[in-house]
C-alpha cells in the first residue's frame, strides 16, 4: 500500500484498503457519505470545464462572425446564459468541495503497517524499561502532599484566582519548574541537535485545522472572543505549521526543531481523570520537539526523537517505559505513537509524560507542506513528527515523588543543580 496520504482521490481509489485499516483504530465512518460527496464532485467539475470550453469557443465564433460583418445578437444571449449556468455550476462545485473537505477534515490517520492492533491502553506493547525504582523505607507520598507539606504548591490559592485544574508554584518548585524548561532546552539544543524556537501562544482557525486540532477537538480548545484566534494546546501547532505552504528542499531535510510554550486545554472529555495535583491542567509548561523528514527517512527519524525525549529521564535519574501504541489508542493525527511513561511511587504507577509520533504525510496535506525531491525534481508531502521534550509539571511531580527523603526533604537531580543555583535539596 502507498505512503498515506488522505486525500479524496487516495480514498476513493483505495477504499477497501482504507476502510479495513481504518477499522483497525475502532469507531464508525460514513464510507457511503464519502462516496456521494466524492462522486458529485466528479461529475460536476468536468460538466463545469465543458461548459467553459463552450463558452470560449462560442466567444471565439462571435469574434469571426463580428468581423465578418455577420449578425452576433442570438449567439452574444447564448453566451449569456450559458455563464448564468457557469456560475450557477460553479457555486455546486464550491459547496460540494467543501461539504467534502469538511468531511475529510473529521477523519483520523491511518495507523502504519507496523502499529499493534488493540482498542484500548491495555493492548498497548511494553517496548522497553529503563532505570530502577526507588524503594523507600517508609510510604512514599504523592506529590501533591509534598508539594503542600513543602509550602511549594499552592492549589488553594490557585483555585481562588481561576478555579480548578490550576496551580500555584512557589519558591523551590516555581524555580524548578524554570530550571526544567532551560535544562531541557539547552539538552535538545545543544546535544541533540534542535534548533531553538520561541513561537506565538496565539495562532489562527486554519493553523490549528492544520495540525488536526480543528475541527475535531474544538471543544478541547480556548478560543479568543471575538478573535478567530486559540492558545494553543501544544508547541506543535505553532512548530508544524512553520512551513505551511512551503516547497523545502531534500537536501534540507529532516529539520529539526524545539520550543518551549505555556499549553492551554480545557480538557473537556476527562471529567473524573487526574482530579488532584497537576497531571492534568488547563495551563501547563511544555517543551515540544519537531521533525520535518522525507518519508523515507521518517521512520527512523520517530526512533531517534524518542530517543532525544528518553534523554531527558535518563539524565535526571527517574525510571520510565516506552509504550508502542496500538491501533485503537493512536491519537487523531498520529500513524504510529511510542508514548514515554514515567513511574510514579507517590500514585504506584506509571503515567505518559510523552507521546513521540510520525503523522506521515496527514498534517502536511492540511497544511500543504511539500519538499522538492533531489533525484527527479519531483514535489511530495514532508512527513512530519512530534514530541514532548518533556512535559515540564509532569516531570516535576516525577522529580517530586522519585526523589522524596523520609525526613519530607527532596534531592535535586544533580543534572539541574547547575540551574538552580546548587541547591541540592528541598526543604
Known amino acids: 500500500m502507498p505512503a498515506i496520504m488522505l486525500d479524496a482521490r487516495f480514498i476513493f481509489e483505495n477504499l477497501e484498503a482504507v476502510k479495513a485499516r481504518m477499522a483497525r483504530r475502532g469507531g464508525e465512518c460514513d464510507w457511503g457519505r464519502f462516496q456521494e460527496l466524492y462522486q458529485k464532485r466528479r461529475e460536476l467539475v468536468p460538466k463545469a470545464d465543458a461548459m467553459r470550453n463552450r463558452r470560449k469557443t462560442m466567444s471565439e465564433q462571435i469574434g469571426k462572425a463580428r468581423g465578418k460583418g455577420e449578425g452576433i445578437e442570438e449567439k452574444k444571449a447564448e453566451v449569456r446564459k450559458l455563464g448564468e449556468e457557469i456560475a450557477a455550476i460553479e457555486k455546486e462545485v464550491v459547496l460540494a468541495e467543501a461539504a467534502l473537505r469538511d468531511w475529510l477534515l473529521l477523519i483520523p490517520n491511518l495507523p502504519s503497517d507496523g502499529v499493534p492492533d488493540g482498542k484500548t491502553a491495555q493492548d ?99 478560543k479568543v472572543e471575538g478573535w478567530d484566534h486559540y492558545l494553543v494546546p501544544t508547541a506543535e501547532v505553532p512548530l ?80 520510565y517505559r516506552v509504550m508502542e501504541l496500538c ?74 515523588e522519585n526523589h522524596q527523603q523520609s525526613d519530607g526533604t527532596v534531592v535535586v537531580p544533580e543534572a539541574l543543580r547547575p540551574y538552580m543555583g546548587g541547591m541540592n535539596h528541598i526543604s
Not at 282 to 295: D, L, R, S
Not at 302 to 314: F, G, H, K, V, Y
Not at 376 to 386: E, I, M, P, Q, S
Open 327 to 400: 491501533a485503537g489508542d493512536l491519537g487523531f493525527s498520529a500513524a504510529r505513537t511510542y508514548d514515554l511513561e514515567v513511574w510514579l511511587p507517590g500514585e504506584g504507577g506509571y503515567k505518559e509524560i510523552s507521546s513521540c509520533s510520525n503523522c506521515e504525510a496527514f498534517q502536511a496535506r492540511r497544511a500543504n507542506i511539500r519538499y522538492r525531491r533531489s533525484k527527479d525534481k519531483k514535489l511530495d508531502f514532508v512527513h512530519t513528527l512530534n514530541g514532548s521534550g518533556l512535559a515540564v509539571g509532569r516531570t516535576l511531580v516525577a522529580v517530586l
Open 240 to 319: 508544524t505549521n512553520l512551513h505551511r505552504d512551503e516547497i523545502l528542499e531534500e537536501e534540507r531535510l529532516p529539520l529539526k526543531y524545539a520550543a518551549y510554550t505555556p499549553c492551554f486545554r480545557k480538557e473537556a472529555g476527562s471529567h473524573g481523570k487526574d482530579v488532584k495535583g497537576i497531571i492534568r491542567q488547563h495551563q501547563f509548561n511544555k517543551i515540544e520537539i519537531v521533525k520535518f523528514a522525507t518519508p523515507e527517512q521518517s521512520y527512523s527519524e520517530l526512533e531517534s526523537l524518542t530517543t532525544d525525549a528518553e534523554s531527558i529521564l535518563q539524565k535526571l535519574g527517574l525510571p
Open 124 to 222: 498497548n506493547r511494553l517496548v522497553r524499561e529503563s532505570g530502577a525504582k526507588p524503594s523507600f523505607n517508609f510510604k512514599p507520598r504523592a506529590h501533591w502532599d509534598i508539594g503542600e507539606t513543602l509550602g511549594i504548591l499552592d492549589f488553594e490559592r490557585a483555585a481562588k484566582l481561576s478555579g480548578s485544574r490550576f496551580v500555584v508554584y512557589r519558591g523551590a518548585a516555581a524555580r524548578m519548574e524554570r530550571a526544567l524548561i532551560n535544562f531541557m532546552l539547552d539538552t535538545q539544543t545543544r546535544e541533540n541537535g534542535y534548533e531553538e524556537i520561541l513561537p506565538p501562544s496565539l495562532v489562527g482557525r486554519e493553523i490549528m485545522v492544520g495540525t488536526g486540532q480543528l475541527p475535531k477537538f474544538a471543544e478541547d480548545m480556548f
